[in-house]
């Protein structure tokens, strides 16, 4: 299928690319690895006047590291966020989902900046920087500004991005203690997005209870969501069997799960209790280990 006609541009710099995107606020999009956008181009579900490309603007790809924050460029590739020590080091889990998004031509040119802007409801990472509480940096004709993960998916493909912002980076807290992490899915066959995929961080206390409990969830419900419910039925009690699966049975509760041909919303309610329930078993371990 071949798409519609567009005009083609590459801006230098940041501050280039926001001013072409005001100056062409109706019919601009942004061109990242294009692993999203260009299948609906060739489908013709959209038909933008003008592509503005940023994978070549300095500063927007590469990680790095602060004392309290690991620090992701919106360019950076699933590739190299798999690959990073610096994220095997600090956030596994998110290593952990890179490694299972796509293929292998997805990983080499997705981005985490267009997966995160695309927000389609079956994308790995949200579930996993929503339970890591990172921030998101979106810089638009303003200059910069952050919002918590949680609050950055408001529906299928919208976000709280205004249409002249580019998500310039973003910052996962290096926790201060041991963390045990896990991220479990199953994936649709042939993409390998997410059916249901669940992320979960354990923090222990002094006496072995859970001190800190924090879930992500996608591919369940409209947006991704964190798991409420989940973390305070944990949080205080011994990471029991007992306690886990109580507190996993709550995972959909307040959650309208969706149905498609991928299951229906009974099958995905339990299949995200079992996918939280091994996440937590597995970040207990992970953090006892
Ligand atoms: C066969 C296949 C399998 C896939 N499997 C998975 C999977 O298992 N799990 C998963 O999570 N994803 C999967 N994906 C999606 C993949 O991860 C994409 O790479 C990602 O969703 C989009 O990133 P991109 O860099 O390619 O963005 P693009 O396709 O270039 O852009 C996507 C959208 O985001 C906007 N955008 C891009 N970058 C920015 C930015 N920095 N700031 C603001 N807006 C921006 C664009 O304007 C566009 O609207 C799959 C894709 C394909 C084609």
Redesign the pocket.
Known sequence: MIPGAFEYLRPETLKEAIQLLQENREEA???????????ILKARLAQPGILID?SRIPG?KGIGREEEALLIG??TT?HEIKSAPEVAELCPILAEAAS????VQ?RN???I???L??A?P????PAVLIALDAEFV?TGPEGARSCRAENFFEGPFDTA?EET????SIIVPAPRRKIGGAYCKT?QQA????VCGVAAAIVLGAGGEVEFASVGVTGVSASPYRAVEVESALSGQPPSAENIEAAANRVTDDIEPIEDLYGSAEFRSHLTRVWTKRALERAVQMVDS
């Open positions: 999009v942004l061109l990242a690895g294009g692993h999203s956008l260009l299948p940023i927007l919106g360019m699933h299972q998004i796509g293929d997805v040119r997705g981005t900046g267009g997966s802007a695309h389609d079956s994308a790995d990472y979106v991005m912002e580019i998500l310039t994936a993409s390998g997005f997410a």
